[in-house]
């Protein structure tokens, strides 16, 4: 068994790296715990824990969704956490919206469905999370640092391929390994 998702890797950039130090550093004296810039992506599709005798139409269903997706670029901006302002739970930066983007990601999830996973109950919400909030102390302060970044431009991502990984849990953090990479084609 492999513990499998589908994504966009993300290659920071020097306004990127500052944004997320501004931000980590901020809040230091939270319980947040952050995701490193060297791992991020745009998970498009969390798979869980799959058998690798799956991974061949995985595979196959990955490679049929990027036959129709051209290149485009990501403009990643504004700040956002998902939970409540009294419950927050996850701090992220906020990807576009962009046709192309929500194009793709509808292929790979239809493809994926016949290869048996079920659609995500939610909608699909293109974001980068940053950090996994544990506890919040100073909730009035850890508003107005995320609400100083709310607007603000990141970066913006040429994709050009999407990428099967696997995630590797360890004390340290995740470690993400490519098992398959799939070019878009038009």
């Not at 036959?67 to 998902?82: D, E, Q, R």
């Not at 790979?108 to 919400?125: E, K």
């Not at 919040?136 to 040429?158: A, C, G, M, R, V």
Request: net charge positive.
């Amino acid at each position: 068994m492999k513990r499998l998702f589908v994504a966009i890797k993300i290659h920071p950039s020097e306004t990127y790296i500052s944004v997320f130090k501004q931000i980590s550093s901020s809040l230091h004296h939270e319980r947040i715990k952050w995701v490193e810039p060297e791992n991020m992506h745009l998970t498009l599709k969390f798979l869980g824990e799959t058998d690798e005798k799956k991974i061949p139409d995985i595979n196959l269903a990955l490679q049929q969704a990027v036959a129709v997706s051209v290149p485009f670029s990501l403009k990643i901006s504004n700040t956002g956490i998902f939970g409540s302002r009294y419950d927050p739970k996850v701090i992220w930066f906020g990807i576009e919206k962009h046709q192309e983007l929500e194009k793709l990601a509808q292929n790979i999830f239809g493809g994926l469905q016949l290869c048996g996973w079920q659609p995500d109950r939610q909608n699909f919400v293109p974001h980068l999370t940053i950090g996994r909030i544990k506890e919040i102390n100073d909730k009035p302060l850890f508003q107005k640092i995320i609400s100083h970044y709310h607007t603000t431009e990141i970066q913006e991502e040429k994709v050009s391929e999407i990428v099967l990984y696997e995630s590797i849990l360890k004390r340290e953090g995740p470690q993400y390994i490519a098992v398959s990479r799939f070019m878009l084609q038009l």
